[in-house]
């Protein structure tokens, strides 16, 4: 069965400073990645995805996010974020055998001043 | 282009009363999901339609939930009786699939349900 796990439920950080969000998965099968950013009171909005090749993914708003299979990792990363980044943050999985999109339970990134 | 809409976008009831939730997928789209979202379990799948038909209904909580897609453009979730325990915020989504690979899916801005 494939999962995810976001080690961090909230990450506060201040403006201009990088910052990383973790997650890793299992799965026994290959599986494409994905990160979702939900701003308050909003749906979900793709920030980027891994489905084969370059393992260093980039996506919208500066974010990327490096695929790593022997740790099995996809942490998301940016290098200076701004206050207009304070959201919550979803990885997920999908894997051809089960045909769903598996999500993390988000970690929610605090931006201050 | 319109993405996908919910109706309504929030949802005050009473317990024991019927809920329906309201979603219309992004035209052209052939696949829709009912997800919902809760402090306690996350972002849970609760099930899919294929062509207007259920494909997996493995998360639909209890017998009391019940999702209909009578044509490619209009799709319901149902809750009788709601309880509170069914709050929460429930996002509907809609891809283009071809069954053979992963296609994006694409959230509605989602219904907020407030069960007292």
């Known amino acids: 069965a494939q999962s995810v796990t976001q080690l961090d439920s909230q990450v506060p950080v201040f403006e201009e400073a990088p910052v990383e969000l973790r997650c890793n998965y299992s799965?026994?099968?290959?599986?494409?990645l994905f990160w979702y950013v939900q701003y308050p009171n909003q749906g979900l909005q793709l920030l980027l995805k891994?489905?084969?090749?370059?393992?260093l993914v980039k996506g919208i708003n500066g974010f990327e996010a490096e695929f790593n299979k022997s740790q099995t990792s996809f942490h998301l990363r940016k290098p200076s974020v701004h206050i207009s980044d304070t959201a919550e943050y979803f990885c997920?999985?999908?894997?051809?055998?089960?045909?769903?999109?598996?999500f993390g339970t988000g970690t929610r990134l605090q931006v201050f001043p | 282009d319109a993405g996908v809409i919910q109706s309504p976008r929030h949802e005050v009831t009473e317990m024991g009363q019927e809920v329906t939730l309201r979603c219309k997928p992004i035209?052209?789209?052939?696949?829709l999901f009912w997800y919902r979202q809760t402090m306690m379990r996350g972002l849970e799948l609760l099930i899919y339609?294929?062509?207007?038909?259920?494909?997996?209904d493995s998360g639909m909580p209890e017998d009391r939930f019940s999702a209909k897609m009578p044509n490619a453009s209009f799709s319901t979730l149902k809750i009788q009786p709601s309880e509170p325990r069914d709050s929460a915020v429930y996002f509907c989504?809609?891809?283009?699939?071809?069954?053979?690979?992963?296609?994006?899916?694409?959230f509605g801005p989602g219904t907020r349900l407030t069960v007292l």
């Open positions: 989504a809609s891809s283009l699939s071809d069954a053979l690979d992963y296609n994006e899916q694409f």
């Open positions: 799965s026994s099968v290959s599986v494409y």
């Open positions: 891994y489905l084969s090749g370059s393992t």
């Open positions: 997920a999985v999908w894997g051809r055998s089960t045909d769903k999109l598996i």
């Open positions: 035209s052209g789209h052939n696949s």
């Open positions: 339609f294929n062509n207007n038909v259920p494909i997996d």
